[in-house]
Every structure is written in C-alpha cells, then in structure tokens.
C-alpha cells in the first residue's frame, strides 16, 4: 500500500464531513438495534436513519450502493452498512458497521439455539415453534408478492421469474446457475437497448422530499479513500480470503475432511459465494442439502430456524448459523455437544460473514465509479426477477413440508416434483397459515406481532 493509500485509510477524529467515528459508531449500534423484519425493514431503518435523519449520504448514493450489495451474494443489508460505513470512514468504518450490524443477531440465534436443543421436546416450546412455522410460511408467501410487485413489472421479468421457478422446482437446476443466467440475459438484455431490461433496481427507500447527493454531508464528489487503488484492493482482499479460507483449511487438515466441522466449513464458505438474493432465495437449497445429504436437520427444524431469524434482529441469513449449530450438536465428535454445536454456530457466521467484507472492500471502490450504468441495473433487474421464482419454490417447499405430515416423490427423467399426500394435511398447521396470511394481507399487520400471535396459538394448542 503506497503512502496515500496508508493516509487515506486512517481514521481521523473529525473527518471532512462533521460526523465523527464515536458518533458514527453509535448509530451503526442502533441501526443493528432495529435491524428487524428482514432486508427490506432492515434498509428501510438505515434509510431512515443514515439518509432522512442523519443526512450522511443522499438518495442516488445510497441506490447505487443498494444496488450492487444485489448483485452481490450475500446479506444485502449488512453489506449496504460496511459500504456506508467505508465511505464515512474508510476500512475501520466499514469493519465496524458490519460487524455490529451481525452481532445482535448472532447472539440471539445463539441463546434460543441452547433453549431449543435443551427444552425443544417440552410441550410448550414444541407449540412455539409450530405456530412460528406456520406463520414463517405466510411470510414467505407475502416476500413472494412483495419483492414480485416490485420486479415483476414487464413480460420479460415475468417470464425470467417462471423459467427460475420450473427450473428450480421440477428439475432441480442449482441455484447458482440460475442466478448467473438470469444476470447474463439481463445484462446483454440492457445492452442491446431493449426497455424491458431498464426496470428501476433495489428496494423502495421512502417517500417524500428527496436528498440530493450534494446536498449531505458527504456530498456529491467521491472521497479520496474511495478512489480504486490496485495495492489496496490487492492488500485487503488477500488479508480477507486468508481469513475466511484459512480457518476451514486448517480444520480439514486437522479434523480431517469427513468431520462436521469440516464440512460446515466448506458448505457453507460455497454458500457465501451463491447466495444472491438473500436468505429466502437460498433457503429451499440449504434445507436440501442439510437434510437430505448431510442429516443435519430435519424439515421441520429449517422454519424453527427461519422464525428465530425474523423475531431477532440482524440479517435472516443468520438461520444458517442454526443449521451448523444443530449439525455439530448431533455429531459432536469428542467434544460435548453444546461445546461442538457453540464452535459451529460459531464457524458457520465467520464463513458467511468475512466474505461480504471481501465482496465489499475489493468491489466498491471500482463501483462508485459507475453510478448509473446501465448495464448493472439490467442485470441487477434480471436476477431480482429469477429470485422472485426461487423464492416461490421456498414458499412450495415450506407449504408441503408443512401443512402435510407425508410427501411423495415423483420421478421421470430429469423431472423431479415432491408432492404432498393430501390424506395428511395437519389441519391446525393449515388453519394458523391462513390466520397469518389473513393477518398480513388482508389487516396488514406487522411480522413481529404476527410472529408473536401465531407462537402463542401454537403453545396453546399444543396444551390443549
């Protein structure tokens, strides 16, 4: 790193734009704070926060940032922090912002993963957890028709969405592929001039006056940080790779690549590189692999998971760090369970975390430079409509696994449907799913209230 890039990445106590590191890191803890209901109620806070209230950054700024952390793997919430957070101030900023924006979330999953694993059978947490499944299944369905009002808004989107869905659904095509076809016909799609890839990317982020990017304190110009430079983008992601990749080498030398640490580590180190679209979109596949191939979990456990993640804050993707967590709790080795399952959850948030630090770090110097391109927003475009269909299949795969007690298989070819036996629909679950689709629909009542409702119904019927 050359002298000016060692200047420039120097956090200074008052820097150009008034707003000090000590002040800056009391936001970012409140933004981790708040950080509830998903990605969308998690930018719409830090929208709220750093652009309304704050006035760190303008409108345009924070879209363009938005916007790439989509087209990124990765929670593209925690990642809009370390971008914001880097541009405010520098690395340490950024570092900051997204490990603060983590560790509530973690901390939460950790200490209700203890209270699953050891009252898990009790009648009233077993009643808990069946009333958050069925309203984890509404709220799928709802992030169906969210994120599709939003990205569905011509033919061409609609027809990426339903090719997504089939694909995934009935053949089984990796999710990874999906996504990288849908960002390359959407690309090529902007290039070529058609309008039916110039759709407005990222997430609704308020309504009424708009601030001008010249208008915050940052201001318009790029900062002299954020100017890409070869020796510091090559400085930090090799100090970032090392940290990610290091770890999961040494425990597959060590433990050997058949141990659960070692697989935890390399599945999911291959997750944080192919999980665009955030948590929902990669769900369906992860529960896949943990249940079936791994043995991990069972169907049931992956929405048990997933409701911890939206009644805590933080990113939903921190449902990962339950899937390691009962993976090394049910295969400890020669350690005690909870000491195996605590170093999973634990190993499980490093590798999905250090690399969106990665993503960021080597990427978004190079991006500020390209606010406005076209082409990015045409791919950004495509692949947001490819994950509407992915997540449909979440929401089928939610439902059979949750409103039935047995699935069948049906194979032919590359054809590949799992169909529920209707004979064993579980009539309570069904009834508490429609009471939360209902309440999110039709009354429009917040996740966490529903969330709440549908857990004490289930600990009640579970009672009674």
Known sequence: ??????????????????????????????????????????????????????????????????????????????????????????????????????LPGFLSILALSYVYVIFGDASVVEGLFFGLKAAVLAIVVQAVFRIGSRAL????????????????????????????????????????????????AGHAAGKGAILQDRDSLLGEAMPAHARPGLGWSLKISSTLLCLWLLPVAVIWFVAGGNSVFAQIGIFFSKMAVVTFGGAYAVLAYVAQEAVQHYGWLKPGEMLDGLGM???????????????????????????????????????????????????????????????????????????????????????VWFAVHTLFAEVTVLAAGPLRLELPVPAT?????????????????RFKISVLPVLGLSALAGMLWTLL
């Not at 849908?182 to 309008?195: F, M, Q």
């Open 425 to 441: 629909i579980i009539l309570p679950s069904a009834l508490l799913a429609v009471a939360a689709a209902v309440a999110l629909f």
């Open 1 to 102: 790193m050359d002298d000016t890039a060692a200047q420039a990445d120097q956090v200074s106590p008052q820097p150009a734009h008034g707003v000090s590191f000590g002040e800056a890191l009391k936001v970012w803890a409140r933004v981790a704070a708040l950080s509830f209901g998903g990605p969308a109620g998690q930018i719409a806070v830090m929208h709220r926060i750093v652009v309304d209230e704050k006035r760190w950054i303008g409108e345009g700024r924070f879209l363009h940032a938005l916007n790439y952390c989509m087209l990124l793997p990765g929670p593209e919430a925690q990642q809009l922090a370390v971008y914001i957070g880097w541009l405010m101030h520098k690395t340490l900023g950024g570092l900051v912002a997204g490990l603060l924006f983590v």
């Open 153 to 200: 808004t011509n033919p061409a989107m609609l027809a990426i969405a339903a090719v997504a869905f089939l694909a995934i659904f009935a053949f089984k095509v990796p999710f990874p592929l999906i996504v990288l076809l849908a960002g390359l016909i959407g690309y090529l799609g902007s290039k070529s001039g058609s309008r039916l890839f110039r759709t407005a």
């Open 309 to 395: 993640a939206e009644t805590t804050p933080g990113p939903l993707i921190m449902v990962l760090q339950f899937v390691g967590f009962l993976g090394a709790y049910r295969d400890p080795g020669s350690l005690s369970p909870m000491t195996a399952a605590t170093l999973a959850a634990i190993l499980t948030t490093w590798v999905t975390f250090v690399p969106c630090f990665l993503w960021i770090f080597l990427g978004a110097p190079f991006i500020e430079r390209l606010r406005g391109n076209a082409a990015l927003s045409g791919a950004l475009s495509a692949i947001t409509a490819a994950v509407v269909g992915v997540i449909l299949n979440l929401a």
